[in-house]
């Protein structure tokens, strides 16, 4: 029941007429209290310690605060026997938050606090923080724990719940290396007095988000020589305990700029490695701003961090500004320089220029000079020129042993393995990737990691072509991306889920993944390409031809992989025929026939690329009615696996089917088809599925009604005459003849004059 109603609002808001119109109605005896006779209104509390019935005070906030010291006390002490009326311009020294989670006062006039309360279901009052839960408000919470749970608390647990908060975790060892002697005990006996705290006994955390939020704000209000102290001796120890990242936060709020700079310079690129992108662009906010203008070292950070995020053409300009500035400290124009190269390596540029000085300078630290090579060798790697990616390989191997930094280490072999990859070195490229992903998880270098991973999901599909262990490195690649938070590794990550996902039919996982890469990216040229391969595909799977091949026209010759360029290209060619696209897939098959033609895959997977490739050439061409042409496609596949075999088997049967026009089933390829599609090729089972839904429908609808002419040209053609004879016979031109003949052939939606002739035959066109 409702024992306070507080009418609540400034001079002149009608507060004291609608106190003494409540009052009017309310149950007697009835009492009104002039809250400016102070003296009074004292009296009276003091005195009415039985009293029943209705108290009105109007003028509360003239009351001082010894009165509503009292006031309050009687109000919680009457329990209900009397009904609160008051009036006030001012809420000061009433505990309202209490008030309003027991739902013992009702507020008039101030809309945020009247729904500031839910109900809670029998809450433990003498818990104390129970009751702050039920409030949606933060400032109603703040009130009610400096109402009830903090007066509570002694000086030093106060103290130690407050360092606490600004700590990434309630921490029993950290707060004791800052100074809180005994923090165990201390916590130990909080959590037993109150609900603040909750743990095992060996891990602690506050009872919920809000008290932290709390007692940091209590924290912000300190004087600032005593929060200053606080953040700095907490910083410290931070710092000393290997958690830079929070060390960071804590020296910008104690506002140490000297230790702030000397932690940034020291650590502040293994930081963005780590993914602490955000945590480095605060810490250098904090700066001011000449600094952060003009230091190379900031200047430096700030391009490796907007590198990360995506801001290239940002992060190139400050990084170059940061050489600029860079001056004799070799280390810091070496540091920035590699910086520099894996940007420009990233699209693609030359890095020799750059890196070359760091690789040949004896005098450079040994993980220095592997991480420039590396780099060297990565990038011409994936440029195709092998010659020069092994040698600078071979040169890194020789350091490897003398690089000491865990950090260093874990980036060289992940860059040697992606040489390694591109130069097809397979049990070297899986070694050092691993090695690689291993040592940079260990490291919490989640960027580094989702590149190894991403490395190990393509060498997985390249050189042993399961997509089981390809799927399971691209999700690992993906999870260590979003912990590491860098644009271009979530991007190449999912891009590599987006490539196994198709590759494995996987229609729901290969939208969302679409999806997602198409919201975040940064309109890499190779992303786009793979979303809209995705879109072909999927439009290919449905049966939607046109839409397909004029996707694939889009982004076929600009794939990554040069067999990958061929299978889809040999794709797209059939896909015009399959959209009645006669004469652009004639010159598409050519084409593509001339490129498969001087092509030899160098791994399992692009072998089976290419067999797909002819696979789909000869599906066209015999669509074509070009049988002879589809055998010879066929035979260049060289059926040395199962999967291989398999390609070959369906390819016939294809073309023995366009010969028949697909008078049968897939049923006699059945179990090739599985084997396909178990061996992680999907995506093609459902296309030949497509296409053979497609050409069993067509051999179905009615052809279009052949005209009394071609009727009769046909029918001449069946008895055996020439064409000048049936002008002769038929008094028309040979030209117009041809057209008949034409025109007769494409309605009956086939590939020359005998075919034509068998299918009018068969629809008894023709006697």
């Keep these: 029941m409702t024992a306070v109603t507080l009418f609540l609002g400034p001079a002149g808001s009608g507060k004291s007429r609608a106190l003494r119109e409540r009052l009017h109605a309310a149950p007697e005896p009835r009492t009104l209290l002039d809250a400016s006779d102070g003296e009074a209104v004292y009296a009276w509390i003091a005195s009415a310690s039985n009293a029943l019935g209705t108290v009105a005070i109007d003028g509360l906030e003239a009351l001082d605060g010894r009165v509503v010291t009292k006031l309050v006390a009687a109000i919680e002490r009457c329990d209900g026997r009397l009904q609160w009326l008051l009036a006030s311009r001012s809420r000061v020294g009433l505990p309202i938050a209490t008030w309003l989670a027991k739902g013992t006062i009702a507020i008039v006039g101030v809309g945020e606090l009247r729904v500031a309360a839910e109900d809670a279901e029998e809450p ?74 909750r743990g095992d006994g060996e891990r602690w955390g506050f009872s ?24 700095g001796r907490l910083a410290r120890t931070l710092e000393t305990r290997g958690n830079d990242r929070d060390a960071l936060e804590a020296y910008a709020a104690a506002g140490n700029r000297e230790a702030l700079v000397g932690l940034l310079r020291e650590r502040g690129f293994d930081l963005l490695d780590a993914g602490c992108i955000d945590a480095v662009l605060r810490a250098i906010e904090a700066l001011d701003g000449k600094m952060r203008r003009e230091d190379a070292g900031m200047l430096a950070l700030r391009g490796a961090a907007h590198a990360s995020k995506g801001r290239l053409a940002r992060a190139e300009a400050l990084l170059r500004r940061g050489l600029d500035r860079a001056g004799a400290d070799g280390r810091l124009r070496s540091t920035i320089t590699l910086r ?52 600078a390989v071979e040169r890194v191997r020789v350091l490897l042993p003398a690089i000491d930094r ?56 390249q050189h042993r072509d399961d997509t089981t262990d390809e799927l399971r490195f691209a999700e690992g690649a993906t999870e260590a991306a979003i912990r590491g938070g860098d644009q271009f590794d979530i991007e190449n990550a999912l891009l590599q889920k987006l490539i196994v996902a198709v590759r494995r039919g996987d229609f729901a996982e290969s939208e969302s993944t679409a999806h997602t890469l198409t919201t975040i990216s ?23 031809f046109g839409v397909s091949h004029r996707l694939l026209g889009e982004c076929r010759s600009k794939l990554h992989f040069p067999m990958e360029r061929l299978q889809y290209s040999a794709l797209f060619a059939l896909l015009l025929e399959l959209d009645n696209n006669r004469d652009a897939s004639t010159a598409a098959v050519t084409q593509t026939w001339s490129d498969l033609s001087g092509a030899v895959g160098d791994c399992a997977f692009s072998r089976r690329q290419l067999a797909i490739g002819l696979l789909y050439v000869a599906i066209a061409r015999a669509l074509h009615g070009k049988f002879a042409h589809a055998e010879s496609a066929l035979t260049r596949i060289k059926a040395d696996d199962a999967v291989l075999a398999a390609l070959e088997r369906v390819g016939r049967h294809f073309v023995d089917q366009a010969r028949r026009r697909f008078r049968g089933t897939v049923e006699p390829v059945a179990e090739d088809l599985r084997l396909l599609a178990l061996s992680g090729y999907v995506e093609v089972v459902s296309i030949l599925e497509s296409i053979t839904d497609a050409l069993i429908a067509r051999r179905n609808e009615k052809p279009d009604v052949l005209s009394p002419a071609e009727r009769t040209v046909l029918r001449l053609l069946n008895e055996g005459l020439a064409t000048k004879q049936i002008a002769a016979r038929t008094g028309r031109s040979i030209f117009t003849v041809r057209a008949h003949i034409a025109n007769a052939i494409g309605k009956l939606k086939c590939h020359g004059r005998n075919e034509a002739l068998a299918e009018a035959r068969r629809l008894h066109l023709v006697p």
């Design 208 to 231: 919920h988000p809000a008290i932290g939020d709390s007692l940091r704000r209590r924290v912000a209000s300190m004087p600032h020589a005593a929060r200053t102290e606080l953040y």
């Design 522 to 544: 940064t309109k890499k040229q190779r992303t786009n390409q793979y979303v809209v391969l995705f879109q072909a595909i999927r439009y290919a799977w449905q049966g939607n």
């Design 124 to 197: 433990d009052w003498a818990e104390g923080w129970a009751v702050a839960v039920a409030l949606r408000s933060r400032e109603l919470v703040h009130a009610f724990l400096e109402e009830r749970a903090y007066p509570d608390l002694d000086g030093d647990e106060l103290s130690l719940l407050e360092a606490a908060s600004v700590l990434p975790g309630l921490d029993a060892s950290v707060l004791e290396d800052a100074g809180f002697d005994g923090a165990r005990r201390t916590i130990e006996r909080i959590a037993a007095r109150t609900s603040l705290v």
């Design 340 to 391: 520099l190269a894996l940007l420009l390596a990233n699209r693609s540029d030359d890095v020799r220029e750059l890196l070359e000085p760091i690789a040949n300078d004896d005098d450079q630290p040994s993980d220095l000079r592997a991480e420039a090579l590396s780099l060297i060798a990565a990038q011409r790697a994936v440029s195709g020129d092998a010659k020069t990616a092994s040698a």
């Design 406 to 461: 865990d950090i260093a280490r874990a980036k060289v072999l992940q860059r040697i393995g992606v040489a390694a990859v591109n130069t097809g070195d397979a049990d070297g490229a899986q070694r050092a990737l691993e090695e690689a992903a291993d040592l940079a998880t260990e490291l919490e270098l989640f960027s580094l990691a989702s590149r190894a991973y991403a490395s190990l999901a393509t060498l997985t599909r």
